[in-house]
């Protein structure tokens, strides 16, 4: 089992910057992959952005260029860094988790808004 805490959600202004943290309970020795997806109403949810144990990361296309995945091992922690945001980034915003085994987690999920 893995616990999964997010925070940092919160209202912004179009064009500013949030930054979203989820601390996991246990050791990323053993993730194989973390990242961050979002639903906003009425849609599916969709990759965010996310990292792999070898560091490689990948981002969905809305938000290249404007987001960040960073991790730090020894904190158990993951980060997303958004910056010039949009109204339709507006969503709840959910950390994962994917284990070596294939099990995934997710947190609670934390709300973003961004208002125009």
């Known amino acids: 089992q893995v616990q999964l805490v997010e925070s940092g959600g919160g209202l912004v202004q179009a064009g500013g910057s949030l930054g979203l943290s989820c601390v996991a309970s246990?050791?990323?020795?053993?993730?194989?992959?973390m990242g961050w997806y979002r639903q906003a109403p009425g849609k599916q949810r969709e990759l965010v952005a996310r990292i792999t144990r070898g560091g490689m990361t990948n981002y969905g296309d809305s938000v290249k260029g404007r987001f960040t995945i960073s991790r730090d091992n020894a904190k158990n922690t993951v980060y997303l860094q958004m910056n010039s945001l949009k109204p339709e980034d507006t969503a709840v915003y959910y950390c994962?988790?994917?284990?070596?085994?294939?099990?995934?987690?997710w947190g609670q999920g934390t709300q973003v808004t961004v208002s125009s």
């Open positions: 994962n988790v994917l284990l070596t085994s294939g099990s995934d987690y």
């Open positions: 246990r050791s990323m020795v053993m993730f194989a992959a």
